[in-house]
């Protein structure tokens, strides 16, 4: 101790409080001229894994102990024995760049990347994939002042990928190929390149970036997770600072109630002095700081107080993660949202409005006034009307600003009566439903049990995953039908499945995670744009490529597994939604069907953002946001293809059969699918629709149509438009060339429109 003590670079002050109006704004050290009234000042200073921080104990003489709960309202009025500065540690993988890394990095050749520098990207949908591009995944070269362009980010995402298989090889002494490699990572380029198949958006933001190289935070490359409640019992934290934890590096958190009725919410312990947090300006200080806050509940230990002083302004950009800061208002919400929730339940059981509250204010906290995304799924039991009715807003009025923030689902059992559920489904279209007996007995629900996944305890927000408790799972996206042969998309699976068993490579910061991950090396590599694969060749055809498709992908895991001398992925594909990867490559989303073969879709951008200038010269209409004068919105004509369907023209029961097919014939994991349905024609039929689906599906979920004429707000995202309108609006339209020079702001979780709010 008293080595560490005298290595710290802290100096030692006795100390005063400089206080202000509405929260502690800083602390000032000086000698101490016996008008503090502080007795003296400890500094602790520990030392782990080679990372210091400090922890200042203030003892003041005759101190008068509070006896009310903490607010940020009067925390300027409490004396306080105890100030820290939150320990952050225990929420960073300390990971050293020069630790186990190869000699030489792997590195393409230039020879190889430079040939792709001058072919145009096959960006889809009328200049619209490139702009999403643009303002989401092309990276900052800071030294240069400006973004990447397509060929940089494939090369700087295959880079990543092959370096952390070097990594892993070379560690472990297994014998790195170079010259193999080398090929074979120019084939997996290519293959990104020309969109055969696509990282998800975490992968594009983040593969290749010092998020991975220099800070190892590996976890921020998986889409999704899932974490129970029902070890609440042991550590009624835990569940909580992992949603948070996880939300705050993009990764979408399902979450159960089975912790309900677990453990007794003690309350603040007010005898005993309050302790004063200084909260950090990193992911790590926001995260311990819901930490401690819920532990003086949960545990009964003394009342907290936090100063929020160091946290960044708002709009200040956020450079790991992308995007800018909401500055502190939204911690400060979210801390007094939490004391009053848990006031009002002193001395109760935990219960399952409670879990979903807290989670529901957590994933509003990140959000941040719509600076970032969350996503979150809610599973509860199909017999609990105190869930079910969660967003039931006529008896729950006060839930409508912070319910949104979760899909809500249900485990419904197999042969239960849904007359109940299929009434409130037929409103709103929640909640969903998620058969967990069907996602641990089976892999593809092809009649036989396998039995595979029976530690599995949920799933992820938009449902196309099978999950474990504190299991993170990495998503791949493929398109067949960019590919003119299955021979050619059996290629493309190679290396698509080859990406994301890389991903599984990754450490994490939480034990939890590693033991499940390195056990399981779960993997959803899926399809979109299924809706204009079937319009060109036919349902037939999928299935052949689906059966095909899936075989290849088995042996291909045997040999990768085998390779890098690592346990076979206990599931490998699923059908996720998408969202903003599939319009780079011009793909409808996932199993859905547009709601138009023409539309205009509507993008929004910062007002002041440096691709709009490029926008307007290239002749796409722009005009001010509605009621938000520093947001401009986008118009981009989009056609998906001679002869398509819509999802109007589609039955519910269509929608479901579709979904059962590619449940039997592709996914291990699940399909994730939104059921769209005509409320006065088909909402009496949900219910005899479950009755017959059940033994097909592991989760869905439903959406009632509404007419265009139903929703007449201004600026909607999706606006159907008719074949002459559409050519008179790409008649305008000249090249596009979109120049930026500012950090993207990365989609969130799981890139699906469905599921991410």
Same mark, same amino acid.
């Given at each position: 101790?008293?080595?560490?003590?005298?290595?710290?670079?802290?100096?030692?002050?006795?100390?005063?409080?400089?206080?202000?109006?509405?929260?502690?704004?800083?602390?000032?050290?000086?000698?101490?001229?016996?008008?503090?009234?502080?007795?003296?000042?400890?500094?602790?200073?520990?030392?782990?894994?080679?990372?210091?921080?400090?922890?200042?104990?203030?003892?003041?003489?005759?101190?008068?102990?509070?006896?009310?709960?903490?607010?940020?309202?009067?925390? !300027?009025?409490?004396?306080?024995?105890?100030?820290?500065?939150?320990?952050?540690?225990?929420?960073?993988?300390?990971? !050293?760049?020069?630790?186990?890394?190869?000699?030489?990095?792997?590195?393409?050749?230039?020879?190889?990347?430079?040939?792709?520098?001058?072919?145009?990207?096959?960006?889809?949908?009328?200049?619209?994939?490139?702009?999403?591009?643009?303002?989401?995944?092309?990276?900052?070269?800071?030294?240069?002042?400006?973004?990447?362009?397509?060929?940089?980010?494939?090369?700087?995402?295959?880079?990543?990928?092959?370096?952390?298989?070097?990594?892993?090889?070379?560690?472990?002494?297994?014998?790195?190929?170079?010259?193999?490699?080398?090929?074979?990572?120019?084939?997996?380029?290519?293959?990104?390149?020309?969109?055969?198949?696509?990282?998800?958006?975490?992968?594009?933001?983040?593969?290749?970036?010092?998020?991975?190289?220099?800070?190892?935070?590996?976890?921020?490359?998986?889409?999704?997770?899932?974490?129970? &409640?029902?070890?609440?019992?042991?550590?009624?934290?835990?569940?909580?600072?992992?949603?948070?934890?996880?939300?705050?590096?993009?990764?979408?958190?399902?979450?159960?109630?089975?912790?309900?009725?677990?453990?007794?919410?003690?309350?603040?312990?007010?005898?005993?002095?309050?302790?004063?947090?200084?909260?950090?300006?990193?992911?790590?200080?926001?995260?311990?700081?819901?930490?401690?806050?819920?532990?003086?509940?949960?545990?009964?230990?003394?009342?907290?107080?936090?100063?929020?002083?160091?946290?960044?302004?708002?709009?200040?950009?956020?450079?790991?993660?992308?995007?800018?800061?909401?500055?502190?208002?939204?911690?400060?919400?979210?801390?007094?949202?939490?004391?009053?929730?848990?006031?009002?339940?002193?001395?109760?059981?935990?219960?399952?409005?409670?879990?979903?509250?807290?989670?529901?204010?957590?994933?509003?906290?990140?959000?941040?006034?719509?600076?970032?995304?969350?996503?979150?799924?809610?599973?509860?039991?199909?017999?609990?009307?105190?869930?079910?009715?969660?967003?039931?807003?006529?008896?729950?009025?006060?839930?409508?600003?912070?319910?949104? &923030?979760?899909?809500?689902?249900?485990?419904?059992?197999?042969?239960?009566?849904?007359?109940?559920?299929?009434?409130?489904?037929?409103?709103?279209?929640?909640?969903?439903?998620?058969?967990?007996?069907?996602?641990?007995?089976?892999?593809?629900?092809?009649?036989?049990?396998?039995?595979?996944?029976?530690?599995?305890?949920?799933?992820?927000?938009?449902?196309?995953?099978?999950?474990?408790?504190?299991?993170?799972?990495?998503?791949?996206?493929?398109?067949?039908?960019?590919?003119?042969?299955?021979?050619?998309?059996?290629?493309?699976?190679?290396?698509?499945?080859?990406?994301?068993?890389?991903?599984?490579?990754?450490?994490?910061?939480?034990?939890?995670?590693?033991?499940?991950?390195?056990?399981?090396?779960?993997?959803?590599?899926?399809?979109?744009?299924?809706?204009?694969?079937?319009?060109?060749?036919?349902?037939?055809?999928?299935?052949?490529?689906?059966?095909?498709?899936?075989?290849?992908?088995?042996?291909?895991?045997?040999?990768?597994?085998?390779?890098?001398?690592?346990?076979?992925?206990?599931?490998?594909?699923?059908?996720?939604?998408?969202?903003?990867?599939?319009?780079?490559?011009?793909?409808?989303?996932?199993?859905?069907?547009?709601?138009?073969?023409?539309?205009?879709?509507?993008?929004?951008?910062?007002?002041?953002?440096?691709?709009?200038?490029?926008?307007?010269?290239?002749?796409?209409?722009?005009?001010?946001?509605?009621?938000?004068?520093?947001?401009?919105?986008?118009?981009?004509?989009?056609?998906?293809?001679?002869?398509?369907?819509?999802?109007?023209?589609?039955?519910?029961?269509?929608?479901?059969?579709?979904?059962?097919?590619?449940?039997?014939?592709?996914?291990?994991?699940?399909?994730?699918?939104?059921?769209?349905?005509?409320?006065? &024609?088909?909402?009496?039929?949900?219910?005899?629709?479950?009755?017959?689906?059940?033994?097909?599906?592991?989760?869905?979920?439903?959406?009632?149509?509404?007419?265009?004429?139903?929703?007449?707000?201004?600026?909607?995202?999706?606006?159907?438009?008719?074949?002459?309108?559409?050519?008179?609006?790409?008649?305008?339209?000249?090249?596009?060339?979109?120049?930026?020079?500012?950090?993207? &702001?990365?989609?969130?979780?799981?890139?699906?429109?469905?599921?991410?709010?």
């Amino acid at each position: 101790m008293l080595k560490n003590l005298l290595s710290s670079s802290t100096a030692l002050f006795c100390g005063s409080i400089v206080k202000s109006t509405g929260s502690i704004k800083s602390l000032t050290f000086g000698s101490n001229n016996g008008s503090t009234g502080f007795k003296k000042l400890m500094i602790k200073s520990y030392n782990i894994n080679k990372r210091s921080f400090h922890t200042n104990c203030f003892i003041r003489n005759n101190v008068e102990e509070s006896s009310t709960n903490i607010t940020t309202e009067n925390v !300027n009025s409490i004396e306080y024995k105890r100030q820290r500065m939150l320990d952050t540690s225990s929420l960073t993988l300390i990971f !050293n760049s020069s630790d186990n890394q190869p000699s030489h990095r792997f590195k393409l050749s230039d020879r190889f990347v430079e040939k792709y520098k001058s072919i145009k990207p096959p960006f889809g949908f009328n200049g619209l994939g490139e702009v999403v591009y643009k303002r989401t995944y092309s990276r900052l070269i800071e030294e240069e002042n400006r973004n990447e362009e397509w060929f940089e980010t494939v090369e700087r995402v295959v880079n990543g990928t092959y370096n952390m298989q070097k990594v892993w090889i070379e560690t472990h002494k297994l014998g790195w190929n170079a010259r193999k490699a080398q090929k074979s990572a120019q084939e997996m380029y290519d293959r990104i390149f020309h969109m055969k198949f696509l990282p998800s958006g975490r992968g594009l933001y983040g593969m290749g970036t010092p998020l991975t190289e220099q800070r190892g935070l590996f976890a921020a490359l998986n889409n999704c997770a899932f974490v129970s &409640t029902d070890s609440m019992k042991e550590d009624p934290l835990k569940p909580f600072v992992f949603l948070m934890d996880m939300s705050m590096l993009g990764v979408g958190v399902g979450f159960d109630t089975k912790g309900a009725g677990s453990i007794i919410i003690k309350g603040v312990d007010n005898s005993r002095s309050p302790v004063m947090n200084i909260i950090a300006d990193s992911r790590e200080g926001w995260v311990e700081s819901v930490k401690v806050l819920l532990d003086s509940y949960f545990n009964g230990t003394p009342p907290q107080l936090f100063d929020y002083s160091k946290i960044r302004p708002m709009g200040a950009p956020i450079r790991g993660f992308g995007g800018v800061s909401s500055g502190p208002g939204a911690l400060r919400e979210l801390h007094d949202n939490i004391s009053q929730l848990l006031d009002k339940n002193v001395g109760k059981p935990v219960s399952v409005t409670v879990i979903v509250d807290l989670m529901n204010y957590i994933g509003k906290c990140v959000v941040s006034g719509n600076i970032r995304r969350s996503a979150e799924i809610a599973f509860g039991e199909a017999d609990s009307e105190e869930f079910i009715n969660l967003k039931n807003y006529e008896l729950n009025p006060h839930r409508m600003s912070y319910g949104w &923030t979760s899909n809500n689902s249900i485990f419904a059992e197999i042969g239960m009566d849904y007359s109940k559920v299929a009434e409130r489904v037929a409103v709103n279209g929640e909640p969903g439903l998620a058969y967990l007996d069907n996602m641990r007995k089976f892999s593809r629900m092809n009649g036989v049990e396998d039995n595979k996944d029976q530690r599995a305890s949920g799933g992820n927000p938009c449902l196309e995953q099978t999950l474990e408790s504190y299991e993170l799972c990495c998503l791949v996206e493929t398109f067949p039908n960019n590919h003119e042969s299955l021979e050619d998309y059996l290629k493309t699976l190679k290396y698509a499945f080859l990406y994301a068993k890389t991903v599984t490579l990754g450490k994490t910061h939480w034990p939890e995670v590693n033991r499940v991950m390195l056990r399981n090396r779960r993997i959803g590599c899926s399809m979109s744009g299924l809706a204009q694969f079937i319009t060109k060749r036919g349902v037939e055809e999928l299935r052949k490529w689906s059966v095909a498709g899936y075989e290849s992908i088995q042996e291909y895991d045997k040999a990768f597994s085998d390779w890098l001398a690592i346990p076979r992925s206990i599931k490998t594909t699923s059908i996720k939604p998408s969202g903003t990867v599939s319009l780079l490559a011009g793909a409808t989303p996932g199993v859905h069907y547009p709601h138009s073969r023409f539309y205009i879709r509507r993008l929004r951008l910062a007002s002041n953002s440096p691709l709009l200038n490029s926008l307007i010269e290239a002749g796409y209409k722009t005009e001010p946001a509605f009621g938000d004068a520093n947001t401009t919105v986008i118009e981009f004509p989009v056609d998906c293809g001679e002869g398509i369907r819509t999802c109007k023209e589609l039955s519910m029961w269509e929608q479901l059969s579709l979904t059962a097919f590619l449940q039997k014939y592709w996914a291990d994991n699940q399909v994730s699918a939104t059921i769209t349905f005509n409320p006065k &024609t088909e909402g009496s039929q949900i219910k005899h629709a479950l009755d017959y689906f059940q033994y097909q599906l592991k989760g869905v979920s439903f959406l009632p149509l509404m007419d265009d004429e139903g929703t007449p707000y201004p600026q909607m995202p999706y606006e159907s438009i008719d074949e002459k309108t559409y050519k008179e609006m790409v008649s305008k339209l000249k090249n596009l060339h979109v120049v930026s020079n500012q950090e993207p &702001t990365p989609e969130r979780f799981c890139d699906g429109q469905s599921c991410t709010v």
